[in-house]
């Protein structure tokens, strides 16, 4: 792909005619100064050493819509902004069933918003990799066959965004990496067919952290060699996206589309999520398929909802969940209790629950207002002091699984235009062009490569370190408690080596602005309570905000 810079270039008026968006709207400009400027940040992650990608074209991704664009104008924009703009599935079909929105129009709103900001030199937020180039097409079919009798519940039509680790048929599937940019997979993952036999439109691919996050040490997150510098709407350049799912996050967060699916091995999902003020399910490994996704640990790794409600939360997790040949950890789909997707959404979920608190983090002020709330929702509070788990070997445990894992995505399930079948190679290739292909490092991936761990050892730190999560969670498997609540992705990486799933959901704005979530722990396949729980909070606090220049 050729190289992507961004400078406005937005809009023509010619006589009286209305204002249409260009396509050729991303040229390269000099981000030096910016650069220079974040080397005072505080936070060293924040340090960046470029922003804008060295590979990606977008003016290429838009080319199959330049001429719909061409007709879609500002006045048309605005006018859907009140119908789609922070909407829930359910609003947005009911305004397709009362002809006040198509499928296309709606594909139509998300290309032109998301042409509009990421082409602004001052509001380009690099979430996008790449357009699905027959989105729309798909989406006037969907309008012609579109029966009378969809429900307000269905997921028929509605453009979605893919974390770029998740193979699509005939879209280029990177993880970020310059090594995958030609990566063409044949067939879609398992939960990509899944969530095309409910309707959903796969608008295109989201950057991330590359890698998902496990490749350089101490690196941005949101930064991969393909997309570039994911940067956070709520504070752009200021505050984090979280990751690795960071293009999830930022692009839903900015109503780039309905929503988005993100993966995670250990806050991956939580983290964006959280960061960027969504509602974020990790769920138990296993429910949903990893087959088709690039890989970190097959022992923790699961893919997982983003979005800006509970209720769309649910849905695009329920089309999801199904048992898949190619993924064994998926049979765990035939214990699922009976009542799994019965959600009642219930407001007053949260009374006479008991409810774990954990007593280390009552010095955040949001975390104690939220759980004062909460107790006067009628929670029964119950302070925990779990001692600290041991953590010894988690690093180790994903680096030999990466080790063996990430060469069975790349012998089963990559392009035929991949020849790489190693991490070794990966890293050889890298050092071919550092400064271009791994700014950062690639300290993660060296160690990979050098790694000596046996099977019999890797075994060893699964069940040492699955013991030592599941007794700091003892409160839920002993039944003192119904749920544990964290903040953020604190305690992501326990209950990911617990096979326990957790749902963050908008629990405020720091002094600063940074939103910040509340995490939801759950005993393993306990997601239709912990949804339920997310719903009555998010009645309760109604806490997210769409950001301030994204509106």
């Given at each position: 792909m050729k190289s992507i810079y961004y400078f406005l270039t937005v809009f023509l008026i010619v006589g009286c005619?209305?204002?249409?968006?260009?396509i050729d709207s991303f040229k390269r400009y000099?981000?030096?100064?910016?650069?220079?400027?974040?080397?005072?940040?505080?936070?060293?992650?924040?340090?960046?050493?470029?922003?804008?990608?060295?590979?990606?074209?977008?003016?290429?991704?838009?080319?199959?819509f330049r001429a719909d664009l061409g007709k879609f104008s500002e006045e048309e924009y605005n006018a859907l902004k009140p119908i789609i703009l922070e909407q829930d599935i359910p609003t947005i079909q009911a305004a397709v069933k009362s002809g006040k929105l198509t499928y296309e129009k709606l594909t139509l709103f998300y290309l032109y918003r998301i042409l509009k900001f990421e082409s602004n030199k001052d509001k380009h937020l690099n979430a996008i990799i790449s357009l699905n180039p027959n989105v729309l097409n798909e989406a006037r079919e969907m309008d012609k066959l579109r029966e009378l009798e969809i429900t307000e519940f269905s997921l028929y039509g509605m453009p979605i965004l893919l974390k770029d680790n998740i193979n699509t048929k005939n879209m280029y599937t990177t993880a970020g990496a310059a090594v995958l940019n030609n990566n063409l997979p044949t067939e879609d993952a398992h939960i990509v067919r899944r969530l095309k036999q409910s309707g959903v439109l796969i608008l295109g691919k989201v950057n991330l952290s590359e890698w998902a996050y496990f490749f350089c040490n101490d690196c941005p997150l949101g930064y991969s060699a393909i997309g570039g510098q994911t940067l956070n709407p709520y504070g752009r350049k200021v505050f984090e996206t979280g990751g690795s799912s960071s293009g999830s996050g930022v692009a839903i967060a900015s109503n780039y589309a309905v929503a988005a699916i993100g993966t995670e091995t250990a806050g991956s999902i939580t983290s964006p999520s959280s960061k960027n003020s969504l509602v974020g399910l990790k769920p138990t490994t296993g429910v949903l398929s990893r087959s088709g996704i690039v890989p970190i640990s097959g022992f923790l790794d699961t893919p997982g909802p983003m979005t800006k409600n509970v209720i769309d939360n649910a849905l695009l997790f329920k089309a999801m969940v199904h048992k898949d040949g190619e993924d064994l950890s998926t049979e765990i789909v035939d214990e699922l209790p009976m009542n799994y997707f019965n959600y009642t959404w219930d407001s007053k979920y949260l009374k006479n629950k008991n409810i774990g608190v954990l007593e280390g983090l009552l010095e955040d002020p949001i975390y104690k207002k939220t759980i004062e709330d909460i107790k006067e929702e009628g929670g029964n509070i119950i302070y925990l002091s779990p001692k600290e788990m041991d953590y010894n070997g988690f690093i180790n445990l994903l680096t030999t699984e990466m080790k063996y894992d990430l060469p069975k995505y790349l012998q089963s399930y990559s392009g035929d235009s991949v020849s790489i079948k190693s991490v070794k190679e990966v890293v050889d290739f890298n050092r071919n062009d550092s400064l271009k292909r791994a700014p950062y490092g690639q300290q993660l991936f060296e160690g990979i490569a050098l790694d000596t761990t046996s099977i019999e050892e890797l075994l060893e730190l699964k069940e040492k370190l699955k013991s030592n999560g599941l007794e700091y969670l003892k409160a839920l498997s002993n039944g003192e408690v119904d749920v544990i609540l964290s903040i953020d992705n604190y305690h992501s990486a326990v209950a990911a080596v617990a096979h326990y799933p957790t749902i963050t959901v908008p629990m405020g704005y720091k002094s600063s602005g940074e939103p910040t979530g509340l995490t939801f722990i759950g005993k393993s396949l306990s997601e239709k309570e912990l949804l339920e729980f997310a719903y009555a909070f998010e009645k309760l606090s109604k806490a997210r905000k769409i950001p301030v220049n994204y509106q």
């Open positions: 005619q209305k204002a249409v968006q260009k000099n981000e030096d100064s910016e650069i220079l400027s974040q080397q005072n940040h505080e936070n060293p992650r924040m340090k960046f050493k470029l922003i804008q990608s060295k590979y990606l074209d977008l003016n290429k991704e838009f080319e199959p």
